[in-house]
Nanobody
Framework: QVQLAESGGGVVQAGGSLSLSCSAS????????MYWYRQAPGKERELVAF???????KYGDFVKGRFTISRDNAKNTVGLQMNSLEPEDAAVYYC?????????WGQGTQVTVSS
């Protein structure tokens, strides 16, 4: 049983920074891909970024260099450093893991950006 636990959400002023972390436990493939998604009220869930076990990362177009995804393969953790946050970045941020062709989601962590 794979479980994901996010942490690091909170309230930040526009222009500020926030760091999210997600820890995965269980039987996880060494080639697992780790993702961050987000979902704002009334909107569809969208991809923020993903990173492969080799460290290759891709970002959603809206990121525009403001966020950095990272991972620690030994600890099965993935992080998301978010800078220059805008009110439009407010959402529930979810961690996702793709391992052995199965997908797992975390419960999500709320990010609120005040203008």
């Amino acid at each position: 049983q794979v479980q994901l636990a996010e942490s690091g959400g909170g309230v930040v002023q526009a222009g500020g920074s926030l760091s999210l972390s997600c820890s995965a436990s269980g039987s996880i493939s060494k080639s697992a891909v780790m993702y961050w998604y987000r979902q704002a009220p009334g909107k569809e869930r969208e991809l923020v970024a993903f990173i492969t076990a080799a460290g290759d990362a891709k970002y959603g177009d809206f990121v525009k260099g403001r966020f950095t995804i990272s991972r620690d393969n030994a600890k099965n953790t993935v992080g998301l450093q978010m800078n220059s946050l805008e009110p439009e970045d407010a959402a529930v941020y979810y961690c996702k893991l793709l391992s052995f062709t199965r997908t797992y989601w975390g419960q999500g962590t709320q990010v609120t950006v005040s203008s």
